[in-house]
């Protein structure tokens, strides 16, 4: 497909990058006694010294404000066997911790059972981008746990990863 044939419409931009598969996350904080949290493919690491990564909240998000104003928060990487906790942390509103077990983490933010790895950290800044936001966070705490392989999210539906 040549320049002058790309049509810039939000669902072509959608489809085509959803050609680049990408693992999930849930990203966690809490407010009170009362977790919050929200799905996220946008996470990725940045810099290794000082140890910084980012992920992108839309600006629709509801839950992001929330977990900014905390500033303290958790990357919870998702396995395979977590499709179903990934759907009901991908909607907006209700109790999305119906049902998932987990526990403060070193930094109070939840820790959910089952997940591969998870990334402690503090906000440090939020840049505008568009429909969206993009977030560095400073890692404060670094864990990876036994589980399954990961949680894909590939062409808007969900896979597993097969070694080849
Ligand atoms: C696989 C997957 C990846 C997602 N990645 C992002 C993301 O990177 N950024 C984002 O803001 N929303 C992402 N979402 C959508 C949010 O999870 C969803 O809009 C959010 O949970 C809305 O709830 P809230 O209003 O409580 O924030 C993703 C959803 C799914 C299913």
Redesign the pocket.
């Known amino acids: 497909m040549t320049a002058e044939h790309t049509v810039l419409d939000p669902r072509t931009m959608r489809n085509v990058m959803g050609n680049f598969c990408t693992g ?1 996350t849930v990203i966690t904080a809490l407010d009170g006694d009362a977790p919050l949290g ?6 990725t690491s940045v810099s290794l010294d000082p140890p910084l990564v980012s ?4 600006r ?5 404000p929330r977990i900014r104003e905390i500033g303290t928060l958790a990357i919870n990487v998702l396995a395979e066997s977590q499709r179903t906790l ?2 009901a ?5 209700g109790n ?1 911790f119906r049902g998932v077990d987990w526990v403060p983490g070193d930094n109070g933010a939840p820790a959910l059972d089952g997940a591969l790895a998870r990334v402690e950290a503090t906000v440090e800044t939020e840049h505008d981008a568009g429909d ?1 936001t993009i977030v560095v966070a400073r890692v404060t705490g670094l864990t990876a746990l036994p589980s399954n392989g990961p949680l894909l ?1 590939y062409r808007g539906t969900y896979g597993h990863f097969d070694r080849l």
């Open positions: 999930v929200f799905a996220c493919q946008s996470f992920f992108c909240p839309a629709t998000s509801t839950t992001w990934c759907a942390f991908a909607v907006s509103g999305k969206h999210f």
